[in-house]
């Protein structure tokens, strides 16, 4: 089978697998405004490549680091490695790395064969790897030896032992970890490997090692300015790159990646993104920042999600900036980076801000070169603001999903009020309304709603399930979020909660958003969840589960009434439970897991669920 051979069946393949295309009409205007086109992210990559060859692409918390024609070189081997193992147009290959600079390179190698990649969280576990190998059809897999307290080495014999599409697992060292640089374990359907096979050749028998490569190879290392060396150096040098005559550029409308949504409510779902798709969004995200060369993006959240993905990768190839990548959420490391590198913006949860900011306010010079912060999966908190201005620097509201990142945004534009009152307004190319979401008829401004979006970043269709797609993209290409929101005359919305997650007590629907957001502005929590907890007297209640800030009292219902009444909120919002914990469950993807909080206050009070049946759906 020919090259184009092979990419035409691959297209026919995600279509088979339910790829959806935009209206007609859609489509020619995004192609008529300069927002699609029949570029790919490889077409972007190798202008950047051009020019601006020997600045900083990415650099991680290790001091692994690459300059763009670093990466492009890179990238070029590990694609005539990855050809190799039969990786042809069309077909997906894993990525399951933390934030390490390496993910770069291996995303590139991806494009370069017109292949599809697939972020993963290095906290996924067999159960949730197995269901996204499977869904994708994926042989090839790219996975840390170890992460944290994880041996990968199980955990992908596991998977090539039960599966059926899983062939090749390659497993990339950690810098501490002294192994002798990155190696395959592989089976086949003839043949299945009882051990892992070296792709660099063996290891120096003696010496150092330093990022699991070895330390006497006979040549003298060049460390970069931060004293970093890939993780992957071996089976960079001893693989001849792929020339350029044999990459695959792959149509805008192709696609260019598939994200599993958190899947902390049901399975995960597999988000099918054109390179379209891709290109619109971060376009839109960094117009509406003013992000462009020299800027230094500070990325802490996961790369196998939409926010560490999109805006922490994509989004700096696009614009020729540096992605500076942390793989964790410790505060002392994020601002360490932020002053080693001189990060100007960054994005991740308001906790995870939240926690940057503590960690820069004994020291302000760290955030010396920082212009502006984006949060996004929860509303600012008014302390953050207030503790983020006091150290000279912006917030921006984000807001969006994987469907469709970002729907709405401030920018740099905005005041700080629109930036604590609302989650900006519709990014540029998409339109937004709020409709009821019985009939998806237009409410009017002030009237909440499901909040719903139409533009070029909008997905492409679920993996394999069209009718899960059916029921949230309509024929004329409307995202319906499932989000509960209110927007004014100017077009500013405010995501008010989750249809599915309202707490109805006695009748009054009572958004979790709005009373999280209340418990957050006080000075002495650090986190806040509100659960629906079953009452046979008036129906639901709010349980909130609090966590305190460093050296602050708890607090109990007594306080929260005169915080909320001090507010001039409505009484029967006040949470009538309170629970401490030392710290907030979170998702992979940073969010609060509320999947786990339910099932902890349904273990603690069995007896409040012995009547489950007559109570609504939303009770947990």
Excluded at 114 to 140: D, F, K, Q, Y
Excluded at 312 to 330: E, H
Excluded at 432 to 448: H, K, M, N, S, W
Excluded at 527 to 538: E, N, T
Aim: glycine share 10%; proline share 7%; aromatic share 6%.
């Amino acid at each position: 089978m020919t090259g184009i051979d092979a990419q035409s069946a691959g297209r026919e393949v995600w279509r088979e697998r339910g790829l959806t295309s935009a209206p007609p009409d859609l489509r020619a205007r995004f192609r008529s405004e300069g927002r699609w086109g029949d570029h790919c992210l490889l077409d972007w990559w190798d202008l950047a490549v051009r020019a601006c060859p020997d600045e900083c692409a990415v650099v991680d918390r290790s001091g692994v680091r690459f300059t763009y024609a670093e990466a492009d070189e890179a990238s070029s081997r590990l694609a005539a490695w990855m050809r190799g193992k039969g990786i042809d147009p069309g077909e997906t290959v894993a990525l399951q790395l933390p934030n390490w600079a390496e993910f770069l390179p291996f995303l590139i190698a991806v494009t370069k064969l017109g292949a599809v990649v697939n972020p993963l969280s290095p906290n996924l576990r067999r159960t949730e790897l197995a269901h996204a190998i499977a869904s994708c059809r994926t042989r090839l897999a790219v996975m840390p030896a170890r992460h944290r307290d994880t041996d990968f080495h199980r955990l992908a014999d596991g998977l090539l032992s039960d599966g059926d599409w899983l062939e090749t697992a390659l497993l990339v060292p950690d810098r501490a970890d002294g192994e002798p640089g990155a190696h395959a374990v592989e089976t086949g359907r003839s043949t299945r490997a009882s051990s892992p096979v070296q792709t660099d050749g063996p290891a120096q028998a003696g010496g150092s090692t330093q990022a699991g490569l070895s330390a006497e190879d006979g040549r003298p290392r060049q460390p970069d300015r931060f004293g970093g060396t890939s993780r992957i150096e071996r089976l960079l040098e001893s693989q001849p790159p792929l020339p350029r005559s044999r990459w695959v550029r792959s149509s805008g409308d192709d696609v260019a990646a598939v994200l599993f949504t958190s899947g902390s409510e049901a399975q995960a779902k597999g988000v099918m993104l054109t390179h379209n798709n891709l290109i619109a969004s971060e376009s839109a995200f960094a117009q509406s920042l003013g992000i462009g060369p020299g800027d230094r993006m500070l990325m802490p959240a996961p790369l196998g999600h939409a926010t560490g993905f999109m805006h922490g990768v994509v989004m700096p190839m696009l614009t020729r900036t540096t992605s500076i990548l942390c793989d964790t959420p410790r505060p002392g490391a994020m601002a360490e980076l932020v002053a080693r590198h001189g990060a100007t913006c960054g994005m991740s949860v308001p906790s995870v801000i939240d926690a940057l900011l503590c960690a820069c306010e004994g020291d302000r010079g760290r955030l010396a070169t920082v212009r502006l912060l984006c949060c996004g999966g929860s509303p600012v908190p008014r302390r953050l603001m207030e503790r983020a201005r006091g150290l000279g620097v912006r917030l921006h509201s984000v807001y969006g999903s994987t469907e469709s990142a970002p729907h709405t945004m401030t920018t740099v534009l905005d005041s700080d009020e629109r930036v604590l009152t609302t989650d900006g307004r519709a990014c540029p190319g998409t339109e937004i309304r709020i409709v009821d979401p019985a009939t998806r008829r237009t409410l009017p401004p002030g009237v909440e709603g499901e909040e719903a979006s139409r533009g070029p970043a909008v997905f492409s269709g679920y993996l394999g399930q069209p009718d899960l797609t059916a029921r949230v993209l309509d024929e004329d290409g409307w995202y319906y979020s499932g989000d509960l929101a209110v927007a004014d005359e100017e077009g500013y919305i405010r995501i008010t909660g989750r249809m599915k997650d309202l707490i109805i007590r006695g009748g009054e629907n009572i958004s979790p958003s709005e009373v999280e957001r209340a418990l957050m502005d006080h000075p002495s929590i650090a986190a806040a969840a509100a659960i629906a907890i079953p009452d046979d007297v008036m129906g639901q209640r709010v349980y909130a589960y609090l966590v305190a800030r460093d050296g602050e009292a708890p607090l109990d219902v007594a306080d929260l009434r005169g915080w909320f009444v001090s507010r001039g909120m409505a009484k029967f919002k006040i949470p009538e439970f309170v629970e401490y914990l030392d710290e907030m469950p979170l998702t992979s993807s940073g969010k609060t897991d509320k999947a786990t909080l339910r099932r902890r206050l349904r273990a603690s009070h069995p007896e409040r669920w012995d009547d489950a049946a007559s109570l609504p759906q939303n009770a947990g």
